[in-house]
């Protein structure tokens, strides 16, 4: 894993943590650190150019409806985004230039670029992080599918699609589709990738992505835990006691305590081992 660069984490957390947060750019950062010499820019300027064409064909509306039409148009019909249904695990669905270069991604990359698309214009789009299937707010009601072409989700479609993604006792809540916080946003891609790895067995790819849910994330313990356990296979065992003392420390309660404690010892002795 390359050593992340402080001062470029310093700017992810300016640009989550801005009124106007830059989802897009900070994504885009992140993938820096999984493919060194990457150059964000041409990305960043592809999304700015496709924001001013709908702008134009806008002539100034910004009525939800009508951006969301347009958006659609462009990004689904001219240009033939998709959802990636034949290889949804693809890590490459999870780096935003990658899903920009092959027009394909999974629910919440499309999100992504909707909402950078949103940003650019100044037009309120927010991030809904429904069960299972990631989703875009446009104006104050109006909920829509990226990885489902631009469709519009009314209650019957929404209950459909939960039932899809949780089993057919699934009842849709409103709390289910309020807005996620940037932070949240971009830990959800993260864990994406954080999943994939782990069950592919790549722990030199898992490593990034956990280093990365515990900056994002940094009060919740799991993501820790979790980055010790990746540590421990890679065979860091100081840096993995590290991680899962700071766990057991604010977790003495989860169910997972005996276990951990078990790593914590097995990586303790290998590191005596090793001075």
């Not at 782990?198 to 849910?213: F, K, T, Y």
């Amino acid at each position: 894993m390359p050593i992340p660069n402080d001062m470029e984490r310093a700017d992810i957390a300016a640009l989550v943590d801005a009124p106007n947060a830059d989802l897009v750019r900070a994504a885009l950062l992140f993938e820096r650190e999984d493919r060194p010499g990457f150059n964000p820019q041409p990305a960043l300027d592809t999304i700015a150019h496709w924001a001013r064409t709908i702008d134009d064909r806008l002539g100034g509306a910004r009525a939800p409806q009508a951006l969301s039409e347009h958006i659609a148009d462009l990004l689904f019909t001219e240009l033939g985004f998709r959802g990636n249904r034949a290889q949804y695990d693809d890590p490459d669905n999870s780096y935003l230039s990658r899903v920009l270069e092959r027009r394909t991604g999974i629910p919440i990359s499309l999100s992504l670029l909707y909402l950078g698309i949103g940003r650019e214009l100044g037009a309120p789009i927010f991030p809904i992080g429904f069960p299972g299937h990631f989703l875009v707010q446009v104006g104050p009601e109006l909920l829509i599918d990226p990885f489902g072409e631009g469709r519009v989700l009314g209650p019957k479609s929404l209950s459909a699609l939960l039932r899809e993604a949780l089993g057919p006792q699934a009842q849709f809540r409103t709390e289910m589709v309020q807005p996620l916080t940037p932070r949240a946003t971009l830990a959800r891609m993260q864990r994406n990738l954080k999943t994939i790895f782990m069950r592919r067995n790549q722990p030199e790819h898992a490593l990034g992505v956990c280093d990365r849910l515990v900056f994002l994330l940094p009060d919740v313990a799991a993501e820790r835990r979790d980055r010790g356990l990746v540590y421990e296979q890679l065979d860091c065992f100081s840096l993995a006691r590290r991680d899962f003392e700071a766990y057991l420390s604010v977790a003495s309660e989860a169910e997972d305590v005996p276990l951990i404690r078990e790593h914590l010892v097995s990586v303790s002795q290998r590191e005596a081992t090793l001075h």
